[in-house]
């Protein structure tokens, strides 16, 4: 797993320097757009991969980070109540505008949030590629969930097809390195399936099921052009989806769900 080094924004204590996370993370929310079609077919097929481990609706649920609300929206349907924490005043402000009763927006950074032993459900995708140190992120989730309490993590997989495909094109220097892209969408490291389940397990967590998130030829503003102009379809996709469960390390991402050990 390579890393991007940001030391500017840990303090003195080795912890996130508040003042530059939350810099950071404004910066970051104003690289992400919505409506991206490729993107919302993802999410809602991770949605939909997660429900399936739910032993039954209801329950607490926390979420980390909500970007324009798209799975929130899903998971508030599913879920009792649905805590929210995310960092960026600009997410939770266009989130709000949705009026989910039964959800709670708190504006933290994850590191900063404590709760003990409270909820069913941990949802934690597309987080762990941009924090400071996982490992601070991933204690702080195994005190929030209840005993049994499931934890569901997606993160980008470095080893997709389509970075292959860059790779052989003289596009990357390495599977493994961060491209302009990531660093652009404030990401600090890649992950691979080993390293993904590695750093789970590292913090007291067991996997009870792994998987891949669609087996991705092109690249993502390739899937979106071509979604955008009806080359390609959402069958196109669901289709890839199913081609991933049986090709998992060409995925575009890496879904695990645990539970402390």
């Known amino acids: 797993m390579e890393k991007h080094d940001d030391s500017s924004n840990i303090d003195a204590n080795g912890s996130a320097s508040h003042a530059g996370e939350t810099a950071f993370l404004e910066r970051?929310?104003?690289t992400y757009v919505e409506d991206i079609p490729y993107h919302n077919i993802k999410r809602r097929l991770i949605f939909e991969a997660s429900k399936r481990l739910m032993p039954a609706a209801g329950g607490t649920a926390l979420e980390l980070g909500?970007?324009?609300g798209f799975e929130t929206e899903l998971l508030s349907k599913i879920v009792n109540h649905l805590d929210v924490i995310e960092g960026s005043a600009?997410?939770?402000d266009k989130c709000?505008?949705?009026?989910?009763?039964?959800?709670?927006?708190?504006?933290?950074?994850?590191?900063?949030?404590?709760a003990?032993?409270?909820?069913?459900?941990?949802?934690?995708?597309?987080?762990?590629?941009?924090?400071?140190?996982?490992?601070?992120?991933?204690?702080?989730?195994?005190k929030a969930l209840k005993p049994g309490g499931l934890l569901f993590v997606v993160v980008p997989n470095n080893q997709a097809f389509s970075r292959r495909l860059a790779l052989e094109m003289g596009l990357l220097q390495s599977l493994e390195g961060l491209t302009e892209n990531d660093i652009h969408h404030g990401h600090r490291r890649t992950y691979d399936f080993e390293s993904a389940v590695a750093g789970?397990?590292?913090?007291?967590?067991?996997?009870?099921?792994?998987?891949?998130?669609?087996?991705k030829p092109l690249a993502d503003f390739q899937l979106n052009q071509?979604?955008?102009?009806?080359f390609l379809t959402e069958a196109h996709i669901e289709a890839l989806y199913r081609l991933g469960l049986k090709h998992p390390d060409m995925c575009d991402s890496v879904f695990l769900a645990a539970r402390p050990a």
Request: glycine share 8%; charged share 25%; with cysteine.
């Open 28 to 30: 970051v929310s104003g």
């Open 66 to 68: 909500c970007h324009d």
């Open 90 to 92: 600009a997410f939770i």
């Open 96 to 114: 709000k505008e949705l009026n989910l009763p039964n959800v709670s927006f708190i504006k933290t950074l994850f590191e900063d949030y404590a």
């Open 116 to 142: 003990d032993g409270i909820y069913d459900f941990v949802f934690a995708n597309y987080v762990f590629e941009h924090v400071i140190d996982p490992g601070v992120v991933l204690r702080m989730i195994r």
């Open 200 to 215: 789970l397990r590292a913090e007291g967590f067991e996997i009870l099921e792994k998987s891949g998130v669609i087996f």
């Open 226 to 230: 071509l979604l955008s102009r009806g």
